[in-house]
């Protein structure tokens, strides 16, 4: 590879070696060298919009503006000339005349800052601290570093009314300064035109076009436009008032398998606000308005438990960790293997879930470990997974010449992969959709179907001919709206054809964030640790039996284990329930013992994405109030047991054990490839008499019950259900 010949410029007086293809502002920034800008937004073209950035340059006329202008050899530079610090001095007073601005000028800021920080609680009733930015402001930085200390101009105030009509965040277009940073992101990052410029001269405002609400336009209420906003016109209704954090922490997002980093944003121990990593290699930034905007109020919920509790005839009673463990011991110890049942949750990290299944088989004894993604497939479980394990990556969307959406809307979910269908789409991919009502991809759609579930299977098997041939590459896209309804195993049996006959990729995008580490780690009946992985050449097919994935749900237990969110109105019924996670269930029968778990900011640990990519889930601060980590728990009450071996003190030891166990799982190289994975049926316990009463879930609001999208629902549901009956 031929190496990459740099060129020669000068920056005020400092000569430096830069990579050609660069704008002046860009070699600057690399050099530390400071030049302010409002307009510039990284991944995108440069905009040369707020003129901010002009730089003197030898040989050019005038004053180019930096952001614009690419780098030469032998160029010369000055960035902070006399005449250039005027000149930036006026264009920022042209800016503030139509911006509120005596805090920037106040000779009393400092006192300010320091005393009446109070009043911000209040919002923009009173006080001087009213800006919801304050402090986080780039106007304010770059007032500071361009030496204005007053402006020359009056100022305009527009007088437009704060709009708080739509939900997630606020407006108040009384602090823009039109720079069109939002308009940019939200046109050509994510794909969505919501936004444009509306009227003409002082008029000038953002939004979208009619002057129609961000819900009627179409909004997916992503955030982009939020986290680009370098003043306070835009913020989110939950963060607003908190200020500058503390420190940042990026994790992975664990509301959907797609696995988007986002980078936490830290204040008080709390969660204050969660942004996208436009750096990110599995999602460019590209998260949805759950990873955006729902984790403050999901880690912090004001429903967590606090404390471990049980039952008692007159409610429940909070209890320490010796008493709660020794209660658990008490209900676990000298029962039948066949008496107790272990659910665990997809939720779970890779760590939590390798411990479960090791406190199920080594300290229970036994197979009896389920998991609510059985009761939502039922007899479909075996064609679902063989979708799951062998899908295709994102990557493939790029180059596909044929795009077939079933079931898929990524408005409010699975943002990265609809953003690369819409991008296909508008590079000449054929796209087609089908569903029940609009999605988000029908405008791109050379034909968009919307029609009853029950006609899906027979759609899919003539389309799919219909776009096959001359060698084209397609791809099947499978939404979590195919696994709603009983007409789901024709469907997927119809995908499954669509991939071995004519060669089509497949993606499935289901809600069950870890499923393939639940998979992987052996958290699944009838499966051990490592079992379902490719290890080079061997194994090429797992094949379990029909009673061990289908435990008999209709017989009564002495003891439940619920390890994660779960629906407990779906597990079998017995004498004494333990319920282990951070809040209480959404419905079914009240737990007998309750053990307060971490949330995913509190704890370290693993997970693996649809793509089979195991990513970090970083700890953020210390656990709520008396939470303990799910494997912390699971590993004090085998001690209680007595089974000494299977103590744990930390997630370092509990990886150590998966690498002895599992070769290759933590290669961060490569994606982990999966085995074909068969049924045999027999047994009392196969899938009809275990599922006999229970039924599939019958909307979307049910299949996301008990998971991490529930914290959204008081956003969301408002959305989906104005959305389902226009």
């Not at 009619?210 to 016109?233: I, K, S």
């Amino acid at each position: 590879m031929t190496k990459e010949k740099k060129l020669s410029i000068t920056i005020d007086n400092k000569k430096m070696e830069v990579r050609p293809n660069m704008t002046i502002l860009q070699a600057a920034r690399e050099n530390s060298v400071y030049i302010p800008s409002l307009c510039i937004l990284e991944h995108l073209p440069s905009y040369g919009a707020c003129r901010l950035c002009v730089v003197e340059v030898d040989g050019l006329r005038g004053f180019p503006t930096s952001c614009t202008t690419p780098v030469e050899e032998g160029m010369v530079i000055r960035t902070d000339t006399a005449e250039v610090r005027s000149l930036r001095q006026e264009v920022l007073k042209l800016l503030l005349s139509e911006h509120p601005a005596s805090c920037l000028f106040c000779g009393e800021q400092s006192e300010c800052k320091d005393y009446q920080g109070t009043i911000r609680k209040v919002g923009v009733t009173t006080g001087c601290r009213y800006c919801p930015n304050d402090n986080r402001c780039e106007l304010q930085l770059i007032t500071e570093k361009v030496g204005l200390t007053e402006t020359s101009y009056p100022v305009y105030y527009r007088n437009f009314p704060i709009e708080k009509e739509d939900p997630f965040y606020d407006r108040d277009y009384n602090l823009c300064i039109l720079c069109g940073r939002c308009v940019r992101v939200c046109n050509d990052v994510r794909l969505n035109g919501t936004l444009s410029f509306k009227q003409r001269g002082k008029l000038t405002t953002i939004g979208p076009a009619f002057d129609r609400t961000h819900l009627d336009a179409g909004c997916e209420f992503c955030g982009a436009c939020v986290t680009v906003c370098p003043t306070g016109a835009l913020s989110a209704k939950v963060s607003k008032w908190y200020g500058r954090p503390d420190s940042q922490v990026g994790t992975t997002c664990v509301y959907c398998p797609v696995g988007c980093k986002v980078i936490l944003q830290i204040k008080n121990d709390e969660t204050i606000d969660a942004l996208p990593d436009y750096d990110s290699p599995v999602d460019q930034g590209l998260v949805c308005v759950k990873g955006r905007f729902a984790i403050p109020e999901y880690v912090h919920s004001a429903k967590r438990y606090i404390s471990p509790q049980r039952l008692t005839p007159i409610g429940y009673e909070d209890i320490s960790w010796d008493k709660a463990l020794d209660e658990a011991k008490e209900r676990l110890s000298g029962i039948k293997p066949e008496d107790c049942l272990v659910v665990v949750s997809p939720q779970l990290s890779n760590e939590d879930l390798f411990v479960a299944q090791r406190f199920t088989r080594e300290v229970m004894n036994s197979e009896e470990m389920f998991s609510l993604v059985i009761t939502d497939l039922g007899a479909d479980l075996v064609p679902f997974l063989d979708l799951v394990m062998h899908a295709s990556s994102y990557d493939a969307i790029n180059t596909a010449q044929g795009i077939l959406a079933i079931g898929f809307d990524s408005t409010y979910g699975f943002t990265p992969i609809g953003i690369q269908i819409k991008a296909a789409a508008r590079k000449g991919a054929n796209l087609v959709t089908i569903g029940s009502y609009e999605s988000n991809l029908d405008m791109l759609a050379e034909t968009a179907h919307q029609t009853e579930p029950s006609h899906w299977a027979g759609m899919i098997d003539p389309l799919g001919k219909a776009m096959s041939g001359n060698g084209k590459t397609n791809i099947v896209i499978v939404g979590p709206d195919v696994f709603l309804g009983p007409e789901r195993r024709e469907a997927l049996g119809r995908v499954i054809a669509l991939r071995d006959v004519y060669k089509w990729k497949v993606i499935v995008a289901h809600p069950y964030t870890n499923l393939l580490g639940m998979l992987a780690t052996g958290a699944f009946p009838g499966i051990k640790p490592g079992e379902v992985l490719k290890n080079g050449d061997k194994g090429s097919a797992v094949t379990i039996k029909g009673a061990a994935v289908y435990p008999d749900l209709q017989k009564k237990r002495k003891v439940v284990y619920v390890i994660g969110e779960a629906r407990l109105d779906m597990v079998p019924p017995c004498d004494h329930l333990i319920y282990q996670n951070g809040l209480p269930p959404e419905s079914g029968r009240k737990p007998d013992l309750i053990l307060p778990a971490c949330m995913f900011t509190e704890t370290s640990g693993t997970t693996i994405n649809a793509e089979g990519k195991v990513l970090p889930i970083q700890k953020a601060y210390e656990p709520f109030m008396k939470s303990k980590p799910d494997w912390w728990i699971m590993s004090g009450i085998a001690e209680k047991l007595q089974k000494r071996t299977f103590k744990y003190n930390s997630v370092q030891a509990i990886q150590g054990d998966i690498r002895k166990q599992i070769k290759g799982f933590f290669s961060m190289k490569k994606r982990l490839e999966f085995v074909r994975v068969g049924m045999k049926e027999g047994g009392e316990g196969t899938r009809d008499a275990a599922l006999r009463g229970k039924r599939s879930p019958a909307s979307r609001e049910e299949t996301y019950r008990g998971t991490p999208l529930a914290s959204v629902v008081s956003g969301m549901k408002a959305i989906e259900e104005r959305r389902r009956h226009e």
